[in-house]
């Protein structure tokens, strides 16, 4: 390789790989900085921020920076209380939508080619209508009456069970969870259970391996990178969501992304809210840092 | 195709001519003017009104906040309006323009929030309220007069999971503090310690939190009893009997007193048409015109000369014209200090996650 292409080819990457890195410097990395300096000010009288300057002959008195709010988040145990009932939310929604995209994403996967793409199309058609619009959808369905709601309370009634309600309770926020995440986690793992060999299993066969362990020692460490994916843009999306508590959610179903919300909208307290949203992202780093930690000597096996 | 849609466009431009340097922005509320209202005063200025929307305070303030402008006027409640004024982003009126500002009724003139009127008109108002299912009310012989109904476990284990409150720090609290006595701008700690603990003991009955799910759900049936907004239960009391349900949808202000929202006219600094501004006010403040809010929308009506539009059934509701003794029970909320709003935040977090 001369010296031309070498130069050529730096200047290829950079054509490429330049535009998406300075929008993720643009919109990603300004933006964490802005919120990052916000968390360390005092909130204006009326909302928005306190100045950083000593203001001349104004109201607001208090200015400059402070670590107030990260001392607020940390003087009451209520704030800790919301991070892990979220993330308990953010792991059943994960646990349940793998259970349930798993025997999916097999079935895409070993069906036949033809069909693949339709049935890949089937598992995203959903977002082709608002996602507001089909958890809306969810409050008629999981309403009191509801067809599902009666026929349930019809066979609780049989055995003397009180009438339950479905809708405004954590049972309606976790099937709206599951439902709007659950193509994240089928597409990842279809991806990659694709690629497997079927050679592997016919191998096993031949080699006196019953189902479970073909499963169990093949498939399932192969598809471990795309269960990890999978995962990722299950559990990551569920810590930040309000609109599905906000809506399906009743009085006691309040998560991080609704505190956060709040900050913002009806409390008027920036700095807060930023505050919160950096608390976030430090815990949700902190998951993934351990969730690689985890993974590590099982592929590292597997290599 | 492409080519005859563009067509359609240029005609559709050639139609309206100066129509699109005429424009008047308005920022208002959801739903709180009529068509009918817009199309006849875009023929009176051969103007044309484009509106934004915002469901709460909050969000419109946030939103000015975050930098929205090109505004002429807003519609604001009291307590934003405080906000807006204190803050610069206002407009003084020029009364010059406004000769129907005397149809007023001068009680509701001169508030605290903007002494002398010299920034804001009132446009009309709601109040925070009980609406229920009559026929179910009665049945089970609750009474709905006052806020007991969705703070008393005696009367709510009758109606459990089919109430819902306001998801809102302020009304929820106003309505706790009236209950026991307070005034609903109250700030000691220890006043709202014991609201919260009303309505955490509540709480279990209350089926969710609802800022506009409970129109709909009063209308159908599935609720029997909400707090919320005047004028939204007009509207279910509307839809319920459009669609010809079996029951009927009342509301009534509670005896304790409760929340009086005030919203008016203000003309917001990045506006460009002043001129155009106060053309609406002026004409909005003529009886025919605002008798409108009330007859179509439900919205309590602090113009005199309008009270000769208004239907006479709507006009004898005292949820929404209500009487001078109930009125003297009404207060407008006030902007919290931003400590108290981090604290009461803290408050409405325990109250959600208990």
Known sequence: MSKGDLREGRVARLLVGGPPFIFLLIFFVGPSLIMILTSFRFPGEFGGLAPIAAPAASAESEHGFTPEAYQFFFSDLLYGEIFFK?????????????????????LIARSEKRFRNLLVLLVVLP?????????????????PESALSQFINAILGVFGIGPVTLLF??????????????????????????????????????????????????????????????????????LGMFAVPDILGGTGDILIGN????????????????????????????????????????????? | ??????????????????????????????????????????????????????????EMLAKLAAGASGYDLIVPT??????????????????SLLPNLKNIDPSYLDTPFDPGNKYSVPYAYTISLLGFNQEKIKE?????????????????????????????????????????????????????????????????????????????????GNLWVAHGYSNDMFQAALDAKKTGRSFTIGYSTPNEGAVLALDSMVLHRSGKSPDLAHQFVNFMLEGKNSADLTNLLGSGNPNTE??????????????????????????????????QRRLLSRLWTEIKLR
């Not at chain 1, 979220?86 to 097999?106: D, G, H, K, Q, R």
């Not at chain 1, 990842?188 to 189902?211: F, R, S, V």
């Not at chain 2, 109606?159 to 009304?171: F, N, P």
Request: with cysteine.
């Open chain 1, 86 to 106: 979220s993330f308990a939310m953010a792991a059943a929604t994960t646990f349940i939508c793998l259970i349930l995209a798993y025997p999916l994403a097999v």
């Open chain 1, 127 to 143: 977002f082709a209508s608002n996602f507001l619009i089909r958890i809306y959808a969810w409050m008629i369905i999981l309403g």
């Open chain 1, 169 to 238: 309770s954590p049972f309606a926020v976790l099937v709206g969870m599951v439902y709007v995440h659950l193509p994240f986690m089928v597409l990842p793992l279809y991806t990659n259970l694709e690629k497997h060999d079927p050679a592997l299993l016919n191998a096993a066969q031949d080699l006196g391996a019953n189902g479970w362990q073909r499963f169990w020692q093949i498939t399932w460490p192969l598809s471990l990178p795309g269960v990890f994916s999978g995962s990722a843009l299950v559990f990551i999306p569920v």
């Open chain 1, 259 to 303: 505190l956060i919300k709040d900050q913002f909208l009806g409390t008027r307290d920036w700095p807060f809210g930023s505050a919160l949203s950096i608390m976030l992202t430090l815990a949700v780093l902190s998951v993934a840092a351990l969730a690689t930690w985890l993974a590590r000597p099982a592929t590292g096996q597997q290599g």
């Open chain 2, 1 to 58: 195709m492409l080519f005859m849609a563009g067509c359609t466009r240029s005609d559709e431009r050639a139609a309206i001519p100066n129509k699109d340097r005429n424009v008047l922005h308005l920022f208002n509320w959801n739903n709180y003017i009529s068509t009918e209202t817009i199309r006849r005063f875009e023929k009176s200025c051969d103007c044309r009104l484009s509106q934004d929307y915002y469901s709460d305070n909050e």
């Open chain 2, 78 to 95: 009291s307590n934003a309006m405080d906000t807006l004024i204190r803050q610069g982003a206002l407009k003084p009126l020029d009364k």
């Open chain 2, 140 to 220: 089970l012989g609750l009474p709905t007069d006052t806020w007991a109904i969705i703070f008393e476990p005696r009367y709510l284990e009758k109606i459990k999971g089919r109430v819902t409150v306001l998801d809102s720090q302020r009304e929820l609290m106003a309505a706790a503090l009236k209950y026991l006595g307070y005034s609903i701008n109250d700030a000691d700690e220890k006043h709202w310690k014991e609201a919260a603990d009303l309505i955490v003991r509540a709480k279990p009955y209350w089926a969710a939190f609802s800022n506009t799910s409970y129109i709909k759900e009063l209308a159908t």
């Open chain 2, 306 to 339: 309008a009270m000769q539009y208004v239907q006479p059934e709507i006009a004898a509701n005292k949820a929404i014209f209500p009487s001078r003794e109930s009125l003297a029970r009404l207060e407008m909320l006030r902007d919290l200090d931003r400590k």
